[in-house]
């Protein structure tokens, strides 16, 4: 079992940053495989990022690309999402995600192929 705890998120103007953290607990968390997701009101949960069990490799959903960063601090079982430039459109709560199955080597961008998931932190970009 792995525990996710998302925090960080707020009402932040557009344009402007912060940072999500995912704090998790319950076992090895460089074993798992992290993504980062978004779900809008009466919308589908959607890709933001991933990043891999060592940190080494990340991915991004194309709305995203240059302005978010995931990273990882496997010494504090954390993995973070930089926001900058935050738009209207990246309203939205954000999920942490934990894919900890041992034959994983690319983080998957769909929802259903992770295992557990934080609770979501809310990020309002206000105009």
């Known amino acids: 079992q792995v525990q996710l705890v998302e925090s960080g998120g707020g009402l932040v103007q557009a344009g402007g940053s912060l940072r999500l953290s995912c704090a998790a607990s319950g076992r090895t968390f460089s074993s798992c495989a992290m993504g980062w997701f978004r779900q809008a009101p009466a919308k589908e949960r959607e890709f933001v990022a991933a990043?891999?069990?060592?940190?080494?490799?990340?991915y991004y959903a194309d709305s995203v690309k240059g302005r978010f960063t995931i990273s990882r601090d496997n010494a504090k079982n954390t993995v973070y999402l930089q926001i900058d430039s935050l738009k209207s459109e990246d309203t939205a709560v954000y999920y942490c995600?934990?894919?900890?199955?041992?034959?994983?080597?690319?983080?998957?961008?769909?929802?259903?192929?992770?295992?557990?998931w934080g609770q979501g932190t809310q990020v309002t970009a206000s105009s």
């Open positions: 990043i891999t069990g060592r940190g080494g490799n990340t």
């Open positions: 995600a934990a894919d900890c199955r041992p034959w994983t080597v690319v983080p998957p961008v769909t929802a259903r192929e992770y295992d557990y």
